[in-house]
């Protein structure tokens, strides 16, 4: 088990929590977010009592929060979906791509995160389903994973979309189609098709009054300001780049483990706090190193405002399936990929037994008594949970 971190989000805001909720109004997503962190793993939430079956050894575990935003509680909930997405898995390469939005479209979906999110992820969706179809390219439907991302290493807003796709797909007439070895589609032509379908579905939300502006945005309310905001980003490139393929199902678990459930910041990457001082660990893409690690510093007022851009619209899925693995048709789809591909490429069939062993691997040492080593912790008794005034959740609202 990986050692716990010396320093947690959850204690930066316990610490410097209520003086900034007290400095600053905040959604009340944001108040219940805050304290969920804060309260996260502590009698607040009670928990229970844990016996080892050998040494009698006991052990007091509290209770997780359960919240996405939490950097403490994804390890289950990632878990968990990663066992779902095995039976998904075909024999084959994935590949990886990433659809980003110039700054002036991003400055409009930190005010309008929902529908911007929305159309984010239909016009990436789109793009990716009409290129692939399109017989000038792979003339096949593919499926993917497309994974929302909100944030920069510097903590920063910068939304952009995960998309783990298949290195082939069904053709109109149910053949299985594979793509070159080290290429899916073009991305100049993802590219122009991407800026052009969501650019679209922009314009339409601003038509149908589904759009709000206020502070720095407020002069772009009306129809020529906004015309004139959006105008440049008709001309610049936007940025759509492919990562090098995985080699096969084992490498898209990894990678899916990596990136399904991150949080804006883990705990591993805080180095200090003091002082009001917040100093984190970060990489700079841009540079001419992007793999190596710097230091940030940040007041505590601005690394927990950063923090907050990250949250999400209530009950938003940040994580969906498209083409071959869209949840209606995914059973069939993928039953008739596998019929087709098992004979020619059964070479890349996964190990059954090296994929079972991906994800309760992380969860057993948990059960295992630390101290004798033997045993395993036994639940004997329940903790019940604090209760807090309502108002203390709301009191910004």
């Known amino acids: 088990m990986n050692p716990r971190p010396a320093l947690e989000l959850a204690g930066i805001f316990r610490h410097s929590g209520p003086s900034y909720r007290a400095r600053h109004r905040l959604p009340v997503e944001h108040l219940r977010v805050m304290r969920a962190i804060e309260t996260c793993r502590t009698a607040t939430l009670g928990g229970h009592v844990e016996r080892c079956s050998q040494c009698a050894f006991e052990r007091i575990a509290y209770n997780s929060c359960r919240n996405r935003h939490c950097p403490k509680c994804q390890t289950l909930a990632k878990e968990q979906w990663l066992e779902a997405r095995k039976r998904d898995l075909l024999p084959i390469a994935y590949f990886h791509l990433v ?233 069939r789809n993928l039953a008739r990929c596998r019929e087709l591909l098992l004979g020619a490429r059964s070479e890349l069939l996964p190990d059954p037994d090296q994929l079972e062993t991906i994800g309760p691997a992380l969860v057993e040492p948990a059960a295992r008594c630390p101290r004798c080593q033997s045993g395993v912790m036994v639940r004997v008794s329940e903790l019940a949970p604090l209760r807090w005034p309502a108002a203390a959740v709301l009191d910004n609202s």
């Not at 589904?210 to 720095?216: A, Q, R, T, Y």
């Not at 936007?238 to 995985?246: E, H, I, M, N, T």
């Not at 601005?302 to 619209?313: D, G, K, N, S």
Request: positive net charge; contains cysteine.
């Open 99 to 331: 659809f980003t939005i110039p700054p002036a479209i991003a400055a409009i979906a930190l005010q309008n995160k929902k529908a911007l999110f929305q159309i984010l992820f239909r016009a990436s969706a789109g793009t990716l389903l009409t290129i692939a179809a399109d017989p000038r390219h792979l003339g096949a439907e593919v499926g993917f994973f497309s994974i929302l991302h909100t944030w920069g290493q510097n903590l920063l807003f910068h939304p952009h979309i995960h998309a783990v796709v298949t290195g082939g797909g069904l053709s109109p007439e149910g053949r299985w189609i594979s793509s070159r070895a080290n290429f899916l589609v073009s991305v100049r032509v993802l590219s122009r098709l991407f800026r052009r379908l969501f650019l679209a579905a922009l314009e339409k939300a601003y038509r149908d009054d589904e759009l709000h502006f206020h502070g720095s945005l407020e002069s772009i309310r009306d129809p020529q300001s906004f015309a004139a905001h959006v105008e440049p980003t008709r001309h610049c490139e936007w940025v759509v780049y492919a990562k090098p393929p995985f080699g096969g199902p084992e490498q898209v678990i990894e990678y899916l483990g990596r990136y399904t459930h991150r949080v804006a910041i883990s705990n591993q990457r805080l180095e200090a706090f003091s002082d009001g001082q917040v100093t984190f660990q970060y990489k700079d893409y841009r540079s001419s190193e992007p793999q190596r690690s710097r230091s940030m510093t940040l007041s505590e007022d601005e690394f927990i405002r950063r923090f907050l851009l990250h949250i999400l619209p209530p009950g938003f899925q940040r994580i969906r399936h498209y083409g071959l693995l869209s949840n209606r048709f995914r059973a």
